[in-house]
């Protein structure tokens, strides 16, 4: 998509996690892709990791975070 300036990438232990949401997955990925058009969406996280962001989102049965 032109204009597009971010690509969420995610680490073996996101998609693992993804995987195991299987049964809300094009949520998750809705959700996920959210970052790509607006990453300053969440909050700042501190600590270890410091300078990264907090998206947190619910679905049936908890809350999830993706930093």
Not at 26 to 38: A, G, H, N, S
Not at 42 to 55: D, N, P, Q, W
Request: proline share 4%; charged share 25%.
């Amino acid at each position: 998509m032109p204009g597009k300036g971010y690509v969420l990438e995610l680490n073996s232990q996101a998609t693992k996690d993804v995987i195991e949401l299987r049964s809300f997955l094009l949520r998750v990925i809705k959700e996920l892709l959210t970052l790509e058009e607006d990453p300053s969406r969440g909050h700042t996280l501190a600590g270890a990791l410091k300078g990264a962001r907090s998206l947190e989102f619910s679905l049936p049965g908890g809350a999830y975070r993706a930093a």
